[in-house]
Nanobody, 122 residues
Framework: QVQVVESGGGLVQAGGSLILSCAAS????????MGWFRQAPGKEREFVAV????????SYADSVKGRFTISRDNAKITVYLQMSSLKPEDTAVYYC???????????????WGKGTLVTVSS
């Protein structure tokens, strides 16, 4: 059984920075990719960023490009999301997710965390 656990959410002022962490645990589990999604109040969940585990290739939503950076620690099976120049519209519950394999659907994931709340005040 694979578990995905996020940490690092909180309250931050607009223009500030925050780092989210996410650890995946499970016997002999090595993800194909891990990523971050978010869901703002009253909105659907949306893609934020993803990183391929073997080569480290990254992809970002246009809304966060240049402000957010996703990275990984292979040994710890942990992914990070460094967020800077935060805006009130970044306020959301941030979910971490992991995929076992390649999927044609870019946002398809196998394991999801419970989410961590990020609130950006104006």
């Amino acid at each position: 059984q694979v578990q995905v656990v996020e940490s690092g959410g909180g309250l931050v002022q607009a223009g500030g920075s925050l780092i989210l962490s996410c650890a995946a645990s499970g016997r002999t589990f090595t993800p194909y990719k891990m990523g971050w999604f978010r869901q703002a109040p009253g909105k659907e969940r949306e893609f934020v960023a993803v990183i391929n585990w073997s080569g480290g290739r990254t992809s970002y939503a246009d809304s966060v490009k240049g402000r957010f950076t996703i990275s990984r620690d292979n040994a710890k099976i942990t992914v990070y999301l460094q967020m800077s120049s935060l805006k009130p519209e970044d306020t959301a519950v941030y979910y971490c997710a992991a995929a076992r394999n390649y999927y044609f659907e870019p946002n398809r994931m196998d394991y999801w965390g419970k989410g961590t709340l990020v609130t950006v005040s104006s």
